[in-house]
């Protein structure tokens, strides 16, 4: 089963049991008041109340969400805050119509009610306050989506329930990614142009969703992906997300070459270790990680033009990969790191062919 469309029907129907409940709580009568005002007769809907608010908010959480899904799905291109709200509003709009068609055939066949027509059905106020209500529901939903990615995936939750208020431990993996002769395409390209290169690299970067990869920062033409890990687990995904990313760059290099005359090449560096994350911030609130960690991935990912390589990473990383098949470890001589006075053991990364 597709974990992302679990997880995005999950919030789709725990939405709607909300806005169900508060609805509920707004009318302050029960389903049957309803039936009555439209006066149809259905016997298998006078249930209690809290079931057919459940059985309707799986039923939406189950559509709305599919539907959600497959609109993020058939995002091909890099697309505005904007328009992915705009979007899956007048996607869910469309949806909430087509419900209503079936049910206003639903009633027309089985002669539930007297209607002359589906324009007649739509002006039945109580149809009117479901519909709106339900708009007004997903809309919320999918904002809400929206901005959790805006925040960073999860990072919405931990702000509202307070979870990093005071600071925390958490083992981590960091990933430094960072763009191979930058200085020289911003030049060739011009800041303008340069900036839409970069726009579509990060937007190829969203590949790495799928190793579970959490992006930390963007900061320039850099970015920083990390993993919550635990002890003694198998972090082969980290490795995975690198290439996965790598071989996408590959797939569009006729685009890019063709849109902006040179093909983008990352180079990463990756360390493991205990980090603090806490939440900081007043004008402008974040979730931030503190730490050595992120140093020494920072400098080992410098060390790749040094040594001449892609991808490398800390000793302490490749206890955790030691033993993954498929790829090739080459250990390099012990390196003192930009700032650290202790020296650091790396390890170049190859993927066999």
């Known amino acids: 089963m597709n974990s992302k469309w679990l997880r995005t029907v999950s919030i789709f129907t725990i939405g709607w049991i909300i ?32 079931f057919f608010l459940i059985f309707i908010s799986l039923f939406a959480g189950l559509t709305f969400g ?3 899904y497959l609109n993020e799905s058939s995002i091909t291109k890099k697309t505005s805050f904007r328009e992915l709200i705009f ?13 209503y068609l079936l049910i206003y055939l639903y009633i027309s066949i089985n002669e539930l009610y007297s209607i002359l027509s589906f324009t007649d059905f739509l002006k039945n106020p109580i149809t009117i306050i479901n ?27 931990k702000l509202i329930t307070g979870r990093f208020y005071n600071p925390r431990e958490e083992l981590r993996v960091f990933m ?13 390209l011009g800041h303008i142009k340069y900036s839409s290169f970069i726009q579509d ?35 082969a995904h980290c490795l995975k997300a690198y290439y996965a990313f790598s071989n996408q760059l590959k797939l569009r290099s006729e685009y890019y070459q063709t849109t902006y005359g040179t093909i983008p090449y990352f180079k990463a560096g990756m360390d493991l270790g205990m980090v603090t994350v806490v939440e900081v911030g007043s004008l402008k609130r974040e979730i931030a990680y503190h730490g050595d960690t992120l140093n020494i991935a920072a400098r080992i990912q410098e060390q790749c033009n040094i040594q001449n390589t892609p991808f490398m990473i800390s000793g302490a990383t490749y206890e955790y990969v030691c033993n993954v098949k498929g790829y090739i470890f080459e250990n390099i001589e012990e390196q003192k790191l930009r700032g650290k006075e202790n020296y650091t ?5 190859l993927k066999k062919r």
């Not at 979007?87 to 419900?99: A, F, Q, S």
């Not at 430094?176 to 060739?188: H, Q, R, V, W």
């Not at 190793?211 to 003694?232: F, M, P, S």
């Open 66 to 68: 599919s539907a959600q």
């Open 131 to 157: 519909l709106f209500y339900s708009i007004a529901t997903n809309s919320i939903i999918v904002i809400i989506i929206q901005i959790n990615k805006l925040l960073g995936d999860g990072n919405l939750i």
């Open 19 to 50: 806005s169900s409940l508060i609805w509920e709580i707004i009318r302050g009568v029960s389903v049957n008041s309803h039936l009555e005002l439209i006066d149809i007769d259905l016997p298998t809907l006078t249930v209690l109340p809290i």
């Open 345 to 349: 053991s790396m390890y170049k990364v």
């Open 87 to 99: 979007r899956g509003v007048l996607i869910h709009i469309l949806v909430m119509l087509i419900i």
């Open 176 to 188: 430094f990614l960072d763009l191979k002769s930058s200085t020289s395409i911003a030049e060739n």
């Open 201 to 235: 690299c990060f937007f190829d970067l969203s590949v790495v969703e799928k190793h579970k990869a959490e992006v930390y920062q963007y900061v320039g033409d850099e970015v920083v992906l990390t993993w919550r890990i635990k002890k003694n687990q198998s972090i």
